[in-house]
């Protein structure tokens, strides 16, 4: 084949290659059946051992570099003022810009303390999108969620370059209806994790920021995933492609009061997490919590090698070649599946690619739980391990009961950093495939028991 015959293409590739490799068990068909079915049809409810392609989630599951490795050797165990709380401490005001920083032990332990520290009982917290964790500390601190996320984001199928931008007008109605007095801060979450990953834009963040700081409302990000939203940012916002990506950050950064952090995403570790502010007053108040719900300010419930491992990481993620091909990884399986016709959310996130379950088996009513139904069945085919985000993970509102009926109902297929390879995925998109060839068969669950609290974690299933 002469080169005019080739496709005008030229393939990227990670910027790494492996050095150690972990063995993954491949079990039959029969074992996937009998191993779902003990798990009461809950993936989270399976043991690693009987997975074979884990994509739960990208929480805690990348692959560390050897550099991190190496500072895992370079932990400093001291109780207090351990020399890595510092270098973590540098990297984060360095690539997020933040003046003070409360280690703790993952994401949730940041909402934790921030909603101790700014909600009062009957105060109202809005949000792009409501996220788990985040909302139930905001409602145990004595707040209500309010959702302000644009319209076109709970459509899985409209295609938008910032799916995840938080609506100003409902934003506004929020404060003329409650009062701003009554409204601590708004959480920008970046990108929007329950949306499918969908970024926000630059303008949209400074926008937020402006109208909450003309009525004293602050903004804290969830920057769980805000590398990868500046990435987003750097393609498709006018005016940043000649930007880096860690540029990027640090702007999106320099419009919000703080964040709250999950060091187990973005940072490339599998333990960890933060709060940043830049408000004296709150840091005060945080930093006098921490050390009764996690541990003394300068560990947060973390080992000083797990701290150089997240400063570490913190630095390899705002490369823009590691960046590309993390994302470019997703990427590539969402195109293969929209070529094939299956029904995802589009267009593609960062972290994840989101089945359109409703689209998968519209035969199913929501309380037969669809997306749930979908995942146990992917993995009855080939062992690969996805979760539901839908009506499960939604939960019930806590004055009526009833659950909330999301509308979006999907699964996740969560990529980690650094650990699979294009053929893994390619082997993803043929089960996604195998399992919509057969969904007028899928019957749908009920669910036989229900915890309290984030029902998704230990619910279990019986099939219909
Ligand atoms: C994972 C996650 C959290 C919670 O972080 P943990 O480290 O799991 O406690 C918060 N927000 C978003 C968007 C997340 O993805």
Redesign the pocket.
Known sequence: MDASQRPARRSWAEPWKVKMVEPIAMLTRDQRERAIRTAGYNTFLLKSEEVYIDLLTD?GTSAMSDWQWAGMMLGDEAYAGSKNFYNLEAAIRKHYGYKHIVPTH????A?HLLSKVTIKPGDFIPGNMY?T??RVHQELAGGTFVDVIIDEAHDPEIELPFKGNVDLDKFEALIRKVGAEKIPYITV?ATV?MAGGQPVSMANVKAVSDLAKTHGIKVFL?A??AVENAYFIQQREVGYSTKSVAEILLEFCSHSDGC?M?G??DALVNIG?WLAVNDDRIFEDATNLVVIYEGLQTYGGMAGRDMEAMARGIVESVQDDHIRARIGQVEYLGNKLIEWGIPIVRPVGGHAIYLDAKKFCPHLPQDAFPAQTLAAELYADSGVRAMERGIVSAGRNKDTGDHYYPKLELVRLTIPRRVYTQAHMDVVAESVAAVNDERAKIRGLRMVYEPKYLRFFQARFEPN
């Open positions: 929480s993952q994401g949730r332990g909402e996220f964790t985040t979450h994790n969830d769980t995933r709250t999950s187990k995403k997490g």
